[in-house]
T-cell receptor, first 109, second 112 residues
């Protein structure tokens, strides 16, 4: 069964800190791995997509990596800001998207 | 720049009532999906479509039906709503199974 797991479920960090969010998946036959952001009461916003042939993708302060052999992806956020507070979800693309349950991030002043 | 639009945004139903949720996308995407999001459960796939006129069951299809008569629209129907269907429903689309997925803003449905 294709499963995607995100640990921890919640994380609180002070402003300015660099942080890493983790995503693991059981089936390495993945087409791509996508990271999303969800603000309370809102939809999902796509942050980064890493194709199975790629090792990482970068957008601004965000960097996502993919290691198929170990079944892991990480989302690195540099110099965190209070506006980064949200739930971050990863999703593995097989024949369909399979989501993790997300990490709720709070960046405090 | 609409992207993926869901209608309605909120709805309260009585048990046994029926309703249809509409998803429209203007990106000419082949793939469309309906998910439900529940606390602690993450997003679970209800049904999906790989092109106009096609539909397929996802992880939790029972109690729902879908139709994709036009490429840009994907309808989710509840024939006889149950309290267990209280959830936030999200529609998404993508050009292909391994391309970026775009989500609508969600429909919050309460069944009383």
């Amino acid at each position: 069964k294709q499963e995607v797991t995100q640990i921890p479920a919640a994380l609180s960090v002070p402003e300015g800190e660099n942080l890493v969010l983790n995503c693991s998946f059981t089936d390495s036959a993945i087409y791509n791995l996508q990271w999303f952001r969800q603000d309370p009461g809102k939809g999902l916003t796509s942050l980064l997509l890493i194709q199975s042939s790629q090792r990482e993708q970068t957008s601004g302060r965000l960097n996502a990596s993919l290691d198929k052999s170990s079944g892991r992806s990480t989302l690195y956020i540099a110099a965190s800001q209070p506006g980064d507070s949200a739930t971050y979800l990863c999703a593995g693309s097989y024949s369909k998207l399979t989501f993790g349950t997300g990490t709720r991030l709070q960046v405090t002043l | 720049n609409a992207g993926v639009t869901q209608t309605p945004k909120f709805r309260v139903l009585k048990t046994g009532q029926s309703m249809t949720l509409l998803c429209a996308q203007d990106m000419n995407h082949e793939y469309m999906y309906w998910y439900r999001q529940d606390p602690g459960m993450g997003l679970r796939l209800i049904h999906y479509s790989v092109g106009e006129g096609t539909t397929a069951k996802g992880e939790v299809p029972d109690g729902y039906n879908v139709s994709r008569l036009k490429k840009q629209n994907f309808l989710l129907g509840l024939e006889s709503a149950a309290p267990s269907q209280t959830s936030v429903y999200f529609c998404a689309s993508s050009g292909h199974m391994n391309t970026e997925a775009f989500f609508g803003q969600g429909t919050r449905l309460t069944v009383v």
